[in-house]
């Protein structure tokens, strides 16, 4: 992480303790803010704080909008010392397991602070005590009806401890691997399991190294920085817990490093392969166990025997396993020639589920990051976005993107600085204004309108219609009935001006469940309407789902696969929403967001 980076979490930390402190509201949105300006600038705002003399770097601070005289301060002493004696004297005051707490559904900073401060609650731990004696019945706004939906928010905190979102899973095993790497003698590291294959979420992590010096890749393993706990170590494998960040480094109280063991953790088993096996062990711990299940089937009525070694004669006049009798494999080295062994064709890590993948007859062409032509969902300052319309579009042409949206928040988000129509037709001629200033590429003005709780939109039809356009999603009225929820997204996805339904049911992984309408009646209205299901790449989202994507490809409905860009990281989500859709067994011809900039014009421009 860079000091930059780790100097914003610092300031939002700073925001989340004052409002559990109680102090003025004005303090906390303004780290908060700061903390926004200073993820979002393009300048190294630590790195020129550090270059420059104490007053000349304060000046240059402040003109940085969202950055005041003090949050320069603080900025100036964070570049010089690595901390903020203010905002350590903060930490010291909150108990460190109250920063869990906001990250329960429905809970804010004041419910939060009135559990500490009457029930004497300093953890999840201590919040369920309180549920289960029925001392949270006596507190303010707690009735029955409130401890029920605090209940099922705990629960759900509780399910979504055992695993990590798909992102969180890669930022520990990208830096691990790039560790591992390093290490003399090491050829190839890959990840396998459930994080290969794209899943949601990721209950452990799986590494494969090719290395002549096993040993030595071990010794490097169990040594590294970030491992808490060596659960057990061998001559080819060892097995740790290594701490996690889960979206900050200052969420559930503790921050990673070594020797902690305070805050969540991973474990993560390494294996050594030899190279002229890896196909089979690459094979073998991808998975998925039902995968593996008919695979070792299918060669078992073929007469051979499947393992992480190989692909092997089946002999069953021993319990002794062929490899290490030194029998020579069918297959081996890679995973291409043990499927052609075992008469199938190649089948992508994603498809590994045991959903027909066995039964194909050719491999089919997924979409990959590489089709992805266009981004149809981003927001800017305008609304809670960190770039500016011509940073946005000067990004994603540098991605090699044809065609960008803005798509700043609709009135009725005004905790995300949603636009009131006046200012939205003001904004229409800024994003136009902008074409000139970035040849190139295509900016469309667009909005991401909110859909009411009774289906409207969050616009009237003559605004909507000066649009170029129209991501309609739920934000609000997340936890409706099914019957209502579809009734409202079919409404949606039935205006002739919408273009596309936006992450459709509002779930956040292991933290809201969202909307559950009936899938086939939203799917229905969104193919006669020609209008296109987002998945949403941001790894907090990633809605559609894959279960979704598979029926949606199957109806015949248009996908769009969008970053929901917010700041210039959001588009390195991409490849995520790609490993959604990919689950999904999805073709790049299904995706509005691969075609050429006229036909996806076209396609946006009917009912217009």
């Known amino acids: 992480m860079s000091a930059q980076a780790e100097l914003a979490e610092l300031l939002e930390h700073a925001s989340k303790l004052l409002e559990l402190l109680g102090a003025d509201s004005f303090r906390a949105s303004a780290h908060a803010r700061a903390a926004r300006a200073i993820e979002g600038s393009q300048v190294d705002l ?13 000046r240059e601070l402040v003109k940085v909008e969202g950055i005041g005289p003090k949050m320069a301060e603080k ?24 920063i869990a707490l906001l990250g329960l559904q429905g809970v804010g900073p004041k419910t939060v602070r009135m559990f ?12 369920v005590r309180i549920i289960n004696d029925g001392t949270i019945l006596t507190l303010p706004r707690m009735g029955a009806k409130a401890v029920e939906k605090l209940k099922a928010a705990v629960a759900l905190a509780s399910e979504s401890g055992q695993r990590l979102a798909l992102g969180q899973a890669w930022t520990v095993a990208e830096r691990l691997v790039e560790r591992l790497m390093a290490v003399p003698g090491v050829s190839r590291v890959e990840p396998a399991g459930s994080l290969r294959r794209g899943k949601e979420t990721v209950g452990d992590l799986d590494l494969l190294v090719v290395s002549g010096d096993s040993a030595a890749v071990v010794k490097a393993f169990i040594g590294m920085p970030d491992v808490r706990q060596v659960l057990a170590s061998g001559e080819r494998r060892a097995s740790v817990r290594v701490g996690v960040k889960a979206h900050s480094r200052y969420d559930q109280g503790a921050a990673e490093g070594a020797g902690s063991t305070a805050g969540p953790s991973v474990q993560v088993d390494v294996r050594v392969i030899d190279a002229d096996r890896f196909g089979a062990a690459l094979c073998y711990f991808t998975g998925s166990k039902e995968h593996n299940v008919r695979l070792r089937q299918r060669a078992l009525d073929m007469g051979l025997t499947l393992n992480e070694y190989g692909l092997f004669p089946n002999d069953t006049s021993t319990n002794v396993p062929p490899h290490e009798r030194g ?21 992508p890590p994603e498809l590994r589920e045991d959903r027909g993948e066995q039964a194909l007859k050719e491999t089919p062409r997924l979409i990959e990051t590489s089709d992805i032509r266009a981004e149809l969902h981003a927001h800017t300052t305008a609304s809670d976005g960190l770039l500016s319309i011509v940073q946005l579009a000067q990004e994603a042409l540098r991605r090699g993107f044809h065609t960008i949206a803005v798509t700043d928040h609709s009135q009725s988000s005004g905790q995300s600085g949603g636009l009131k129509p006046a200012r939205l037709r003001e904004h229409i001629k800024a994003v136009r204004a902008a074409r000139a200033e970035v040849p190139g590429i295509t900016i469309l003005t667009g909005s991401e309108v909110d859909i009411l709780p009774n289906g409207r939109l969050d616009y009237d039809d003559q605004l909507l219609a000066e649009l170029d356009v129209v991501v309609a999603s739920p934000h609000a009225a997340l936890t409706q009935d099914s019957a209502a929820a579809t009734e409202r997204l ?11 339904l936006g992450h459709p049911t509002g779930r956040l992984l292991l933290r809201r469940r969202g909307l559950e309408p009936d899938l086939g009646a939203v799917l229905a209205a969104a193919k006669a309407n020609n209008v296109a299901l987002e998945i949403n790449c941001h790894w907090m989202r990633l809605d559609l789902r894959d279960a979704h994507v598979r029926a949606a490809a199957d109806a015949g409905c248009l996908i769009a696969i969008d970053c929901d860009v917010h700041h210039t990281e959001d588009f390195d989500n991409l490849r995520f929403g790609v490993s959604t859709a990919r689950r999904g067994w999805l073709t790049p011809k299904a995706c509005v967001n691969t075609w050429d900039a006229a036909r996806l014009h076209a396609w946006l421009r009917r009912g217009r």
Request: aromatic content about 4%; cysteine-free; charged content about 15%.
């Open 116 to 127: 500490w401060t009457d029930a004497g609650v300093t953890d999840l731990a201590g919040l």
């Open 327 to 347: 029998i020579k494999p069918v297959a081996a080295r890679t995973e291409a020639e043990i499927h052609a062994a075992l008469g199938l064709v190649f089948i």
């Open 490 to 500: 079919v409404k949606a996805v039935s205006h002739p001006l919408v273009n596309v």
């Open 46 to 58: 630590v790195a020129m704080a550090r270059s420059l003399p104490a007053q000349e770097a304060k």
């Open 75 to 98: 900025a100036i002493e964070f570049a010089s010392t690595g901390r903020v004696a203010e905002i350590d004297a903060l930490a010291a005051q909150v108990p460190p397991g109250l």
